[in-house]
């Protein structure tokens, strides 16, 4: 399975031997790493499964405005409905909550 970004793309295409398949960034809420993969979760409620670490997708997602706030999230913050400073989460449209890391909380100082 492979992945292909593009610089100044708005999408993911990702293959392997049979199919491809293409995800809009727009519409991806979070991405959850899990060991050697990712898990994206999508706006309409599905998820996929992505052959790579979160570190792979970082860079390229950060200039989408994604951003990595915990080692095993990278979130989108046009999805963020809450962020609970106390808890030390954010809190997703979706209903998902995202863990903060004390490093990263940096990031979240305009919410």
Do not use: W
Not at 15 to 21: D, G, I, M, R, Y
Not at 23 to 31: Q, S, T
Not at 85 to 104: D, F, L, P, Q, T
């Amino acid at each position: 399975m492979k992945t292909y970004q593009q610089k100044g793309s708005d999408s993911l295409l990702i293959t392997n031997h049979k199919t491809s398949q293409k995800l809009l960034i727009k519409d991806v809420i979070f991405l959850k790493g899990s060991i050697n993969y990712s898990i994206v979760y999508l706006e309409n409620g599905k998820t996929k499964t992505l052959p790579h670490t979160l570190k792979f997708y970082e860079e390229f997602l950060r200039t989408h405005g994604f951003l990595r706030v915990h080692r095993a999230f990278l979130i989108n913050p046009s999805y963020v409905m809450e962020y609970c400073e106390e808890k030390e989460i954010v809190k997703m449209k979706n209903g998902h909550e995202a863990n903060i890391s004390r490093r990263r909380k940096g990031a979240m100082k305009g919410f």
